[in-house]
């Protein structure tokens, strides 16, 4: 028999807040992160809002000797995993060793680092570059930070799956634990907003002005944002064992690609309904049992009609309640479907949709049943987190109460057109 | 694992594009008719025209690595009888994926899209190469070009991430989210990768960087044997570990000690015992600290000093696509005649006599921060 995947705990670096109950209280408030950009000059740049993580300190979370040698990007996911873990009562003594592993999703990773070591070559030539800098650039590095500072010594690996990556990390995480490769993965995702994405996406025409509304009809773009979001995921026996309080079960999850185009999502969104469909049949589920989604909800004209297609496809004329948190956070990228896996932990264990704020006239193209402007109340036994991403990826996944879904076995069936 | 086995590959590297032709170059290697390129000069794949497999349409806006990628998806899907003529022949777009590692993302397109933020002005960068500067976008292209609707996923774990592809693609098979799956990896020269190393001082013993893309289709025997495709080999075992320096101000670390544990936990995923590897294909890149480590792991995990070769010597270190690299090059060992490896000792191989069409092959990548990764091939189809 699978074991069942729970997850014990959660660390949060945000612009709405540092750690779980911080983030928490924002979600539930309705809370923006949206501020004029600081980190770089942006007032050039066409655009000038995004969500910065303002409040977090290295030197908060990180040894001096871990500040040395960690990026920014690390440095937020090393303060992540380290809240998840304290919020999962575990010992460091039981995640030491090669049982424990670490699978983070980015974008980009240390691309900060990066910008300015390519700005110290481009501008002052090569004998300007740090040498010392070098070795610290590389998504790779995200989850050896990770390994490092709570003692794992099991797989290390980084998903770059774009803004879908918090999904695919979480997802292979339980993939580890359940298939028993690991006890404990701590995963989740991470990402640091620079300056040459904040230019690619004003170039994409992408971005709104000041505020992101998804699903609005008004809506003008996204907006970016950054931060970390890390859970510890364990297979029950391991939970129990210790006599952990399981969060969240973490169920099947939905994978496909449009093979469409590079950026946009593919008009049918048939590969996003497909992935959908996965995930729900992969949790043992069919979707009238799904009580909430958490939206990719951009705050694009094409994600939001296109997510909203996949909606009216799975679910048909039931209106399931949908919401975006990055009508709050901006989207975060890589970090984005992680921070959106851990508001649907939230959701489950308080019973509270969070709000689509900015949200003011429905769109007859986006006919959903959206959580406008307030947090909601209702059922969350089951909840979708949604993602999509460059490169047509398409990831979806499913959170449950613990032990509404049921026992986890293996996947019998030929796939169809549901991967 | 269950074993996996490899129907196609498809590869563009220094010394070939495509199975054949890698295979002549690498039996040219191994056969000491040709020499080891110079140390210290990147090991270029020269003469590289995509159009030449893609034809012309399409290309403009795509950075090298990307066409690497699609060339070598193309060959193999095509080697692996999944499509004949660029159309679909014993599967269907929904039902065929891609898992590819790369270690450094595209740095020849942030590198042109930052030296116009940089020189010009942040608002004339290029939109239609802005989507390459993500780590996953060479695998989105090849998705698009190749038609491939079932699982697309980017790994990245340094020169490990190929071997670790193997891994993710076998949880994806076992999870039927797809029949076969085009793995391995890719990475591309450019100058920001040369200058990189110039500047840690890293090509100075004898390392050599390269570049290339390399992919073996894989999936479950019942499935390649419904579509009646041929095996070249299986993939019965991985392992990977990852040991932090003792220093905690230390970054970069060559570890033996993962090393071992990762071909250890390779060998037992795959029911193996030690003195079944024939050959090593290792990640020895001319790095000394690295290679040492590499050795004394194998040679701790094996209780023995077995063969070890090393094709970065011809190919150079492809870093995100060296592990793929050393599995086409255990197909190649897999295949050889006996006289090839009688002919004294080429450079490629590191230490050992090389035995002719060894059965079980062991490929081993190390990371430069402590993580290693191992993977255990078998000839045949069992």
Known sequence: MLPRVFVTGVGVVSSIGLGKDAFYRALQGGQSGISPVASFDASQLGRQYAGEVKAFEPRDHLTRAERR???????????????????AGLDPSRLAGPRTAVVLGTTMGEAQLLGGLEHDWIVHGPDAVDRALIPRYGSTLLPIHVARAIGAQGMVLTLPAACAAGNYAIGFAADLVRSRRADVVVTGAAELMQELQFSGFVRLAAMAPERCQPFDLHRQGLLLGEGAGVLVVESEEHAVRRGA?????????????????????????????????????RSGLTPDDIDFVNAHGTGTKQNDAAESKVMRDVFGGRRVPISSMKSMLGHCMGAASALEAIGCVFTLQTGVYPPTIGYQTP???????????VARRGKADVVLNNSLAFGGYNAVAVFARPGALPPPAPYLGDGGAAP | MKPLVITGVGVVSAIG???????????????????????????????????TYLGDKGLRTLDRMTKLLVVAAR?????????????????????????????????????????????EDARYINPSRFPLTVSNSAAGYASIWEDLRAVNVSVSDGNCGALDAVACANAFLEQRRADALLV??????????????????????GARIGEGAGLVALEAPESAAARGAMAHASVTGYGTAFVAPDRQGALVHASSAAVERAVADALADARAD?????????????????????????????GAEPCIVAPKVCLGETFGAGGAMGMLSAL???????????????????????????RTVLVTSVGYYGNASALVMRAGSR
């Not at chain 1, 769109?363 to 402007?373: G, S």
């Not at chain 2, 499509?83 to 942030?110: F, M």
């Not at chain 2, 391995?184 to 890293?202: K, P, T």
């Not at chain 2, 295949?335 to 006599?353: E, K």
């Open chain 2, 17 to 51: 594009v495509g199975r054949q032709a890698f295979a002549d170059g690498m039996r040219a290697a191994i056969q000491a008719r040709s020499a080891a390129p110079p140390a210290g000069r990147p090991i270029e794949i020269t003469g590289f025209d995509a159009s």
């Open chain 1, 69 to 87: 040698r960690t990026g920014r990007c690390s440095a937020m996911a090393v303060a992540a995993a380290r809240m998840a873990i304290a919020d």
């Open chain 1, 245 to 281: 309080t399981p969060q969240a079960e973490v169920g099947g999850y939905g994978l496909s690609c449009d093979a469409y185009h590079i950026t946009r999502p593919h008009p049918d969104a048939t590969g996003s309904i497909a992935a959908m469909r996965a995930a729900i049949e």
């Open chain 2, 75 to 119: 060959l193999a899907l095509h080697d692996a009888a999944l499509k004949r003529d660029a159309t679909w022949a014993t599967s269907r777009p929904e039902r065929v994926g891609i898992v590819v590692s790369n270690a450094y993302g595209s740095l020849e397109a942030i590198t042109e899209l930052d030296r116009v933020a940089k020189l």
């Open chain 2, 184 to 205: 391995g990896g890719v990475e591309a020269l450019s100058e920001a990768l040369i200058l990189a190393f110039e500047r840690l001082g890293a090509l100075r013993d």
């Open chain 2, 332 to 358: 190649v060992l897999m295949s050889c005649p006996p006289s090839a490896a009688d002919r004294g000792a080429p450079a490629i191989v590191v230490r050992g006599a090389l035995r002719a069409q060894p």
């Open chain 1, 363 to 373: 769109d007859p193209e986006c006919d959903l049943d959206v959580v406008a402007n």
């Open chain 2, 274 to 302: 030690p003195r079944d590897v024939d050959v090593v294909v290792s990640g020895v890149s001319g790095l000394r600290a690295f290679d040492e480590a590499e050795i004394a792991g194998i040679d701790s995990a094996l």
